[in-house]
């Protein structure tokens, strides 16, 4: 059984959602309620293919102006911010689940196994089997 003390501990290592030191309204970037909007979709969508000029769309604004505003409000390419959540889920989906690291890959967008190892390796410093087996939640 897992206890309270041994949940935090295990997401303590978990990317975080937004680059630190970064807040919505910064001057030249996208308004609250934009950043809000393509954070939704990003989330929602996070399995598929996923391009700049569908969230440039979904806020109506011109790819070009979307990804400089972008990068002012989050601290981070459009393309950097979506790699983080993939890996990001992908990190929750190896403490939560019993899943295979190729069924993880595939279920957070990425094309296979190999390319969820590439990325994780260069975020969080670890292959994703070395940061599972020192994640996990004993039980």
Do not use: E
């Given at each position: 059984m897992v206890t309270d003390d041994e949940v935090p501990s295990a997401l303590s290592n978990i990317l975080p959602e937004r680059r630190p030191g970064y807040e919505a309204g910064a001057q030249g970037g996208l308004a609250s309620w934009q950043i809000k909007r393509v954070i939704q979709h990003v989330e929602s969508e996070l399995e598929n293919a996923l391009r700049i000029e569908d969230l440039a769309q979904l806020i109506d604004l011109s790819p070009g102006h979307f990804c400089r505003t972008f990068k002012v409000s989050m601290g981070e390419t459009a393309h950097s911010f979506i790699i983080r959540r993939r890996i990001r889920r992908a990190q929750i989906l190896m403490i939560e689940?019993?899943?295979?690291?190729?069924?993880?890959?595939?279920?957070?967008?990425?094309?296979?196994?190999?390319?969820?190892?590439?990325?994780?390796?260069?975020?969080?410093?670890?292959?994703?089997?070395?940061?599972?087996?020192?994640?996990q939640i004993p039980g």
């Open positions: 689940t019993r899943s295979s690291l190729s069924q993880i890959a595939c279920s957070c967008g990425l094309a296979d196994q190999a390319h969820l190892t590439r990325l994780f390796r260069k975020m969080v410093g670890d292959t994703p089997m070395n940061w599972r087996r020192g994640n």
